[in-house]
């Protein structure tokens, strides 16, 4: 049953540093529902992470209901800290509670207090409007549902709007009749269009947050140039002032709050009825998109001569080598402060330096450090930014052995298990590939095979990450033999190229070791592993398909064919009968030794 619900069960927002706060607090949030607020933020880059915003928020509630009446407008600003501010941006979102539902204010303020805290929690990886959209689908099911049942918010809904700043590019996340102006060059646009519905008597909002059962959304981009000014307004606004005259007003240029002021004032000169809230958001300069991005958010590190076993560096004590690579040296060690809980610690070499693919590769695995809690995943683990004083990346230290020691045994793996292997491991496919993180460097090496034939996928150097917008290297990076053909040509990689990997790693996990290429292209199965049942080699073959728009299109669609065939009658039946000549060699010569004699002796009966 649900709880009831009330406003003063909500908690108190951060209010974040406001101009003139005497402790100099980082600028965090500030939200705000009640008439007569008003918000004044400055958002100034730390290391070039996001761009340089002035943001002036005005709300008051209608003057024609007197004084007792609730605004029924509801504004939030997130500013985000360092970490935030690269992977999510700076939110501003606008609620305005739908006239004639008892819950319109409620609906309001909790629409903008959920999505910001919803939004913020979701992955780093995933790109804003992705990440917004989930949010706000996830908000409006929720108040759906409390509209439907508790009378005292019977039908409560909200239209609402967020407009999201990360770096260079603006998002608008809307449901509803909340706007969003650009003014660029002195000339003003709408960004997207409202979601009403005209009648005679005039319009209805026919989409808002909580509604109805099911929630279209409105996604809009925008790539942003400096001097850009935009305006987010609910209609106690827009629809007692005209364009022409909101236009008037935002080109004379003056300060961000004192824009919204100045607007407030014309909507209640011009008689309007409503409630009237305005955002005017200045873009000053923007972040430069490079290489070096995530250096430069997660801090730049030196990279001095790799450490020895038995050396302590930073509180860890570096036991063992692991490895020691070209370009980096892994110890087995542990932290002093934690000594039964084995790690694994990658410390890169100074030579990466004249390397920037794999010192980004270094850096991208720290950025990600925290950020993936997938347990077929073996991520890298945080340091805290105080005690780190060197580039390297800490990990947790698996208990089993590499796919690829496993496949060095003379015959190869039984197939249930091997079918085991495949499925576990394209769960943490699946894992990374929804987080949109894409691997690139799929292949047995990078799999952990621990107790229980759970895998562990390991190395994130090479990841892509389309939601952080990071350039990835020149050159496509992985192992070339694992590489989908389109890699080759330049892509960056998607859920189909982690599908081809993974299938040249089950040919392998099935064949005993062996590549699917020959000299005519792939090699059936069955040349290698007889026993394997028809039904496999055609998996692997969609799997392997060179053209991506005919392969499969994600990790777990092989991973549900390979479910329906096992489990199928007869799922264990091999490819096709074996040849004579393949099951027993020398039993077919001597038959055809003996063939042979026989035409020859009848040949020669007849002469």
């Known amino acids: 049953m649900t709880e009831p619900f009330s406003l003063d069960s909500l908690p108190a927002p951060d209010t974040g540093r406001m101009p003139g706060d005497p402790e100099g607090r980082p600028a965090s949030r500030r939200a705000m529902g009640m008439g007569g607020e008003e918000i004044d933020l400055q958002l100034r880059p730390e290391r070039g992470e996001c761009a340089v915003l002035e943001i002036g928020c005005v709300s008051s509630p209608a003057r024609a209901r007197g004084h007792d009446h609730i605004n029924e407008d509801y504004i939030g600003v997130m500013l985000g800290n360092l970490a935030e501010r690269a992977a999510r941006g700076s939110v501003i979102a606008l609620a305005d509670g739908v006239s004639g539902s008892k819950g319109g204010r409620v609906a309001a303020e909790l629409s903008v207090r959920t999505f910001i805290d919803a939004y913020y929690g979701l992955p780093d990886t995933l790109q804003p409007g992705l990440a917004a959209a989930c949010a706000l689908e996830a908000i409006h099911g929720w108040l759906h549902q409390i509209g439907r049942i508790d009378p005292a918010l019977n039908q409560m809904a909200a239209s609402f709007a967020a407009l999201i700043v990360r770096r260079a590019t ?192 270094i850096v991208r695995e720290r950025w990600l450090a925290g950020k993936i809690d997938d347990e077929g995943v073996l991520a890298p683990m945080p340091v805290d930014a105080d005690r780190q004083t060197r580039l390297y990346v800490v990990m947790p230290l698996g208990a089993g052995v590499t796919l690829e020691k496993l496949l060095t045994a003379p015959q190869p793996m039984a197939l249930p298990r091997a079918l085991e292997i495949a499925r576990r491991l394209g769960r943490s496919i699946a ?53 989908a053909p389109e890699l080759m040509k330049g892509a960056q990689g998607d859920a189909r190229s982690e599908v081809f990997a993974y299938g040249v790693t089950l040919y392998r996990l099935f064949s005993g070791g062996k590549l699917p290429y020959g000299f005519n292209g792939r090699v059936p199965l069955y040349q290698y592993r007889p026993d394997a049942p028809e039904w496999l080699d055609l ?69």
């Open 170 to 361: 603006a998002y608008l996340v809307a449901a509803g009749d909340v706007r969003l102006y650009l003014l660029r060059d002195g000339q003003l646009t709408q960004l997207g269009d409202d979601d009403v519905m005209p009648v005679a008597f005039g319009a209805y909002v026919a989409q808002a947050v909580g509604m109805h059962p099911t929630l279209a959304t409105r996604i809009e981009t925008l790539e942003l140039r400096e001097g850009d000014r935009m305006l987010m307004c609910s209609d106690g606004l827009y629809r007692r002032v005209p364009m022409r005259e909101l236009q008037t007003v935002l080109a004379a240029r003056g300060g961000a709050l004192d824009t919204a002021r100045r607007l407030d004032a014309l909507a209640v000169a011009r008689g309007s009825q409503d409630d009237v809230t305005s955002a005017v958001v200045d873009v000053g300069g923007l972040p430069l998109l490079d290489v070096g991005y995530l250096e430069r958010v997660v801090g730049a590190l030196p990279i001095p001569a790799v450490p020895d076993a038995g050396n302590v560096v930073d509180g860890y004590l570096l036991k063992s080598v692991l490895s020691d690579g070209f370009y980096s040296r892994i110890f087995a060690g542990y932290d002093l402060a934690d000594p039964n809980t084995p790690l694994a610690l990658k410390f890169p070499k100074p030579r990466v330096s004249q390397d920037e693919n794999v010192r980004q590769s």
């Open 431 to 483: 894992a990374l590939n929804r987080r949109n993180i894409i691997h690139r460097d799929i292949k047995p090496e990078n799999v952990l095979v621990i107790q229980g034939d759970s895998t562990r996928l390991l190395d994130l150097g090479f990841a892509y990450m389309p939601g952080m917008e990071v350039p990835g290297p020149d050159a496509a990076p992985g192992s070339p033999a694992y590489m």
């Open 539 to 607: 998996v692997l073959e969609k799997a392997l398909q060179p053209d991506p728009a005919r392969r499969y299109q994600d990790v777990l669609e092989v991973c549900a064919d390979l479910d329906r065939f096992s489990s199928g009658r007869d799922a264990m039946a091999p490819v096709r009968r074996r040849p004579l000549l393949e099951s027993d060699p020398v039993l077919f010569w001597q038959l055809v030794a003996v063939l042979l004699l026989a035409l020859l002796t009848w040949s020669l009966m007849r002469h």
